[in-house]
């Protein structure tokens, strides 16, 4: 058997008058995440890992923000379009461990949706996503509520 792991990071700028997708979950908050999709950064994040466990290069080469196919993008799109890609690859996902840090608002009520949203996608258990959440103590950019940060670690086994 073959196991590979990948790690991915993402980040989006809050702004007033955008909506916050979060794990395929719209929180409701007064700031949202700029950007040329949806700005789902907990969706990038895992997104990057996927690619990177096979070393398939990111998500800017694979879905690039000047493309106007991707403008507004569902970003459950994308996962699923980089899941297929690890499928064709001959891999499968066994987990996930992810950790989103923001000031606000809180995450952990959302947390249980988004697992079983990001499983049912990626065809594993929710107890193989971990979605963990924590604030920086008000320090940065992060404390300031100017952006929010994804990280994400996968191991994928080749199951062919
Ligand atoms: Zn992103």
Redesign the pocket.
Known sequence: MSIRIGSGV???QLVIGRDLWIGVVKIQHEKGAL?H?D???LL?AICDALLGALALGD?GFHFPDTDPAYKNIDSKKLLQHTFNLIKTKGYSIINIDSTLCLQAPKISPYISSMQKTIASILSLAEGDVSIKATTTEKLGFVGREEGVVAYATVLLENTK
């Open positions: 993402d980040f989006h950007g999709s700005a789902d950064v990038h998500i």
